[in-house]
C-alpha cells in the first residue's frame, strides 16, 4: 500500500503530466508515428490555414501557420546545386551576398558518369548546401527523356534511357533526402520541348509513356521515396500536366502510391476544379498580382465553403503537405548542413571528372605529355566562359568556377607557355555576367579567326574549347535548338585550326548532342566536357593531362545529324497546331538508331579510357536467391598499363515477342575500378522487369516466356560476350 505522503507526491504529479501534454501536442513529439502526427495536426487546423498551405506566399515560399509553431517552407532550384536568392515577388536576383554555391556539373554530365555511387553524393552535397541555406524542398532531380537533341533543357537532365535515369535519379534522391531536404522529381510528365511548353499537348502511346517516359518518376517514388513531385507545364492528352487526372490521380498516386505533394511547375496551374480535384497539392509561381488570387487560394477556399469542392479532396491535400513537413523534420532537430566546403567542392570535381567522355583518341593524341609540350593554344570562347550562371532556373550563382583555361593553367603552371585565342564570339549574349572578358574593341570574326590560327601555329599542341553556351537558342530553358550544328562559325573554325596544327584537341563544352563538322574526321581526339560547374576547368585539365583516366559514358546517342534522330525522322518535334504525336512510340534513342540500324556519330553508352578492358568469363543462370530472375556474371581485365574505370553495360534483346520491341535495351550496368592487370568479376542480377515490357492489353508488365539474348559490353555499339538465356514461365506484374 502507498504511504499517505507517497500518495500525495503521486497526485500532484497528475496535474503536471497533463499539462506536459498540453504543452508538447503529439504532432510536435518526435518520437511519434508520422501518420499519427500528421493526423493530429491536421485536426488543430482551421480551414483558412488549411487552405494556406496549398499555395506559395511568395515566389519560393509558402506561409507557416504560426499559432502551431509551423515554419514558412522555402522552395529552390535546383538540380545542379542551391539557388540565387531570387526577389519575393520577381525572379531578378535579391542581390544577397550569402547565396553562392556550390555549382555541379549539369545534370547530363553525372549522367554521363554511369556512377550511382557519384549521384548519391551529389545529392547528399546539394542537399548539405541546401539545409545550410534553409531550404525544405529542392527543385530537382529532372528526369525528362532525351527525345530529341533540340530541346534546351537537356543539360538538365539525365539522358535518354529510362533504366540508367531512374537509378541515378533514385540515388541522388536517396542523397539528397537524407539530409533532411525533400527532393522534387520533375516535371512529371513528357516534358520533352520547350516549344510551346505551356500549351502543347502530347499524345503518345500507353507503352512508350509506360517504357520510356514514366520508370524515371516511378522508381523514384517507389525506390527512393521521393518526397515531392513537380507537375509538367505541357498537356497530356488534352490536360494539362500540373492538373492531370490520369497522370496524378491515376498513375501515380492509385497505381504507384505516392504519398507526398505534388507542386505545380512556377505558373503550370490554369483551373481552380481541376486544380482541385486532378491531383495537386501545392500550386507555385502562378501569374496573379496576389497570391491569395492563386487557384488553390481563394477561389478554392470559396469553393469549399459553398461545398463545391469536397472537404476529403482538401484533407488529402494538406495531409500530402503535412506529412513532407513531418517526414523532412521541418518540426524536429534536423540537419544544419553547410555550404562551400572543400569537401563539396570534391565531390563536384569528382562528378565532372567521371563525366567527362573521350569521345575518340587516335594515335594516342591524349592523354597529353606536358613534358614535350613548349607552348600550347587554347582557342575557343568556352575556355573563359563561366557557365553556371546560365540557362535560367537551373543556374546558380557559383562561389567560383573555373574555367577551362584556368584549370589549364593551374594544371601545368610556368612549365608551359600558354596561349589563348578566342576565335570565335556568341553575339547578343543576354547576361553579361555569364560573358568572357572581351577586349574594349570587338574583333571582327576575320580578326578571331586569324589570331586563332596563328595560336595554332606557333603551338605544339592546340586545346580548342567550344560548343554551346547557356544562351537563349543554346543549352537554355524556355527555348529549344533551331538546328544541331555548332553555332558562332565553329566549324569553319575549328576546320582552319586543324589544318594550322593538326594536334588539335576538340573539347565540346554542351549538354547536348551538336553535330560535328566535317573537321571531325580530321581531329584526331574529341572530348565531351559537358558545363563542369564550379571544378569544370579543373576536372577537364587532369582529364587532358592524364592524371585521371576519363570513365565517362554516353548518356545519349550522338546522331551523325539531326533528321536520323527518331523525333525528327518522323517529323515529330516540335508539333503541329499545339499537339505533337510522339510517332517513334518506343524508339527513343539508341532504341531508334539500333532497331532502324541507322550509324550513329557516337553511339550510347559509347566513352573511350586511357586504358584498355577485356570482357570474359559470361556466365548466367537462375539466381539463387534474392527474387532475380537471373544472375549474371562477368570478368573484366584491365588489360593496358594505366588504372582506370570500366562502365559494363548490359542489355537485353527480346527474341520471342508478341508485341514489337526495341532490338535491346539497357537492364544493368556497373563502373568498376582496375588497376593494370586487374580483372573483376562482376555479378549482375535481373529482375523480372529486365524482361519485361508493358502490355496495355493487360495493363501490366509481361516478362514473356521465351529466349532472351543477354547482351554485355562497353557500349551499346561494343558488345563484348552473349548469350541466350531462356525465361521457362511468363510473369505478369502490375
Ligand atoms: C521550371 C522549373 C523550375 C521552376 C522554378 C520553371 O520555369 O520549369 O524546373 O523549378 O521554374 O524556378
Redesign the pocket.
Known amino acids: 500500500m502507498f504511504s499517505r505522503s507517497a500518495l500525495c507526491a503521486f497526485l500532484s504529479l497528475i496535474p503536471a503530466l497533463a499539462s506536459a501534454s498540453e504543452t508538447q501536442p503529439l504532432y510536435k513529439d518526435s518520437s511519434a508515428p508520422l501518420e499519427r502526427r500528421v493526423e493530429d495536426l491536421l485536426g488543430r487546423l482551421t480551414l483558412e490555414e488549411k487552405v494556406s498551405l496549398l499555395h506559395g506566399d511568395s515566389l519560393?515560399t509558402v506561409a507557416g501557420v504560426p499559432r502551431l509553431g509551423l515554419p514558412v517552407r522555402w522552395l529552390s532550384?535546383?538540380p545542379h546545386g542551391v539557388?540565387e536568392e531570387i526577389s519575393k515577388n520577381s525572379f531578378s536576383p535579391a542581390g544577397r551576398t550569402d547565396d553562392f554555391a556550390t555549382a555541379m556539373p549539369a545534370a547530363i554530365a553525372l549522367a554521363a558518369t554511369w556512377n550511382p555511387e557519384v549521384a548519391q553524393k551529389e545529392g547528399e552535397t546539394i542537399g548539405s548546401e541546401a539545409r545550410a541555406r534553409g531550404k525544405d524542398i529542392m527543385?530537382g532531380p529532372?528526369v525528362n527523356i532525351l527525345r530529341s537533341p533540340l530541346c534546351g533543357r537537356n543539360f538538365?537532365y539525365l539522358g535518354e534511357d529510362p533504366f540508367l535515369a531512374a537509378q541515378l535519379a533514385v540515388s541522388y534522391i536517396r542523397g539528397e533526402q537524407s539530409m533532411d531536404v525533400a527532393s522534387?522529381v520533375?516535371?512529371f510528365a513528357a516534358n520533352n520541348q520547350e516549344t510551346q511548353r505551356s500549351s502543347i499537348d502530347v499524345e503518345m502511346d500507353e507503352r512508350a509513356l509506360r517504357e520510356i517516359y514514366l520508370p524515371a518518376f516511378r522508381a523514384a517514388v517507389q525506390d527512393a521515396g521521393v518526397w515531392t513531385v513537380?507537375g509538367a507545364?505541357n498537356k497530356f492528352r488534352g490536360e494539362h500536366c500540373c492538373h492531370n487526372d490520369y497522370l496524378l490521380n491515376k498513375v501515380l498516386k492509385e497505381e504507384w502510391g505516392f504519398k507526398g505533394l505534388v507542386v505545380s511547375?512556377?505558373?503550370g496551374v490554369h483551373d481552380t476544379a481541376q486544380a482541385a480535384r486532378n491531383g495537386l497539392d501545392l500550386e507555385?509561381?502562378t501569374s496573379r498580382r496576389a497570391y491569395d488570387e492563386y487557384f488553390l487560394a481563394k477561389p478554392y477556399l470559396e469553393g469549399l465553403q459553398s461545398g463545391v469542392y469536397s472537404r476529403e479532396g482538401l484533407d488529402d491535400k494538406v495531409r500530402r503537405n503535412l506529412r513532407v513537413m513531418i517526414g523532412t523534420k521541418m518540426l524536429d532537430e534536423r540537419k544544419a548542413g553547410a555550404i562551400n566546403t572543400a569537401a563539396h567542392q570534391a565531390v563536384a570535381r569528382r562528378v565532372a571528372e567521371e563525366g567527362i567522355v573521350l569521345l575518340k583518341n587516335v594515335g594516342d593524341v591524349l592523354p597529353l605529355d606536358a613534358t614535350r609540350i613548349k607552348t600550347l593554344a587554347v582557342i575557343g570562347e568556352n575556355a573563359t566562359r563561366p557557365q553556371a550562371h546560365g540557362g535560367?532556373?537551373?543556374e546558380l550563382k557559383a562561389l567560383y568556377e573555373v574555367t577551362p583555361l584556368q584549370g589549364l593553367l593551374r594544371r601545368v603552371g610556368r612549365s608551359i607557355n600558354v596561349i589563348h585565342a578566342l576565335g570565335y564570339e556568341a553575339p547578343n549574349s543576354d547576361k553579361l555576367s555569364t560573358r568572357p572578358q572581351k577586349p574594349d574593341e570587338p574583333l571582327t570574326a576575320e580578326e578571331l579567326t586569324a589570331r586563332a590560327i596563328a595560336a595554332a601555329r606557333a603551338a605544339d599542341a592546340v586545346i580548342f574549347v567550344g560548343g554551346l553556351n547557356h544562351e537563349l537558342g543554346n543549352d537554355c530553358?524556355?527555348r529549344d535548338r533551331k538546328d544541331m550544328k555548332l553555332p558562332y562559325g565553329q566549324d569553319e573554325l575549328i576546320s582552319k585550326v586543324l589544318e594550322a596544327n593538326p594536334r588539335t584537341v576538340v573539347v565540346m563544352v554542351a549538354g547536348t548532342p551538336v553535330e560535328f563538322g566535317p573537321w571531325h574526321e580530321k581531329a584526331p581526339a574529341v572530348v565531351q566536357a559537358w558545363y563542369g560547374g564550379s571544378e569544370g576547368g579543373n576536372a577537364l585539365a587532369r582529364v587532358l593531362f592524364g592524371d585521371v583516366n576519363p570513365s565517362g559514358k554516353l548518356p545519349c546517342t550522338f546522331p551523325a545529324k539531326l533528321e536520323d534522330s527518331p523525333a525528327h525522322a518522323m517529323n515529330a518535334f516540335p508539333g503541329n497546331e499545339g499537339v505533337v504525336r510522339y510517332e517513334e512510340g518506343l524508339l527513343v534513342g539508341y532504341r531508334w538508331f539500333d532497331t532502324k540500324k541507322i550509324v550513329p556519330m557516337y553511339p550510347f553508352g559509347h566513352g573511350l579510357s586511357y586504358t584498355t578492358f577485356k570482357y570474359s568469363g559470361l556466365k548466367f543462370g537462375p539466381s539463387p536467391a534474392g527474387g532475380h530472375m537471373a544472375v549474371v556474371d562477368v570478368e573484366v581485365t584491365n588489360t593496358g598499363t594505366r588504372e582506370g574505370a570500366e562502365v559494363v553495360q548490359l542489355y537485353v534483346r527480346d527474341l520471342e515477342s508478341s508485341l514489337p520491341r526495341p532490338v535491346q535495351e539497357l537492364k544493368a550496368f556497373r563502373k568498376v575500378m582496375l588497376k593494370p592487370g586487374e580483372t573483376q568479376t562482376l555479378s549482375l542480377p535481373l529482375g523480372v522487369e529486365a524482361f519485361a515490357f508493358y502490355d496495355p492489353a493487360r495493363k501490366a508488365w509481361v516478362a514473356e516466356a521465351g529466349k532472351f539474348v543477354i547482351a554485355v559490353g562497353s557500349s551499346s555499339r561494343d558488345i563484348r560476350a552473349e548469350g541466350e538465356f531462356q525465361l521457362s514461365e511468363t510473369i505478369v506484374r502490375k
Do not use: A, I, T, V
Open positions: 519560393f532550384d535546383g539557388r527543385l529532372g538538365e522534387c520533375k516535371h513537380m507545364y511547375d512556377w505558373n507555385m509561381g535560367q532556373s537551373s530553358e524556355s
